[in-house]
């Protein structure tokens, strides 16, 4: 992991990199949520370019600030959300991303890690890299003590990932009538 006050927050995995976003990787983050599998498990990331680069550069960019801000001050996060890009190492391209933030509809606490990667870099491992490096960076440098996560019923790619990542499935849940396996991760039991 590389990090500082002036340069981009980097976490190296097997094969690929965890790399903040940037406002340079709206293209690709706009391409990605306009694949059917990310259209079909992930909607709310699917909208106009004009609205994602909005996002990116008001919000997202700007909230992923605070959080490793925050990393150095201590690591108490609170509510912040951190975006991260998946990047082929072979190649630098950003083939999809990982995220940590609040999720409002599970129980407290609830800093769930979510990931999305392109349909043409599916089932080769770089999703469960993606994830467990989010994991190692948040139980050992924020005060985060568990992690949740969650995915629909008939994703099973995505149930796998979390699986593969040691969380323990809680309950079924219901959001927006989808019917959703709810997960959890403790910091003690990764750190074994």
Known sequence: MSTNAQSILMIECKDVILREFLVEDVDAI????QQPHIIEFLPEWSVSKEQRLNWLTNYE???NRQFIKAVADGGDVGELRLRLGVILKETGEFIGWCYTGIKEELPAPNREIAYAISDQHANKGYTTQAAIGMINYLF???NVE??????MHRNVSSNRVIQKCGFVL????VIKEEAYHSYKLYKADWQK
């Open 30 to 33: 706009y391409d990605l949520t």
């Open 61 to 63: 960019t700007v909230e």
């Open 140 to 142: 050992e440098n924020t």
């Open 146 to 151: 568990e992690l949740s996560a969650i995915a």
């Open 170 to 173: 809680v309950n079924d849940i």
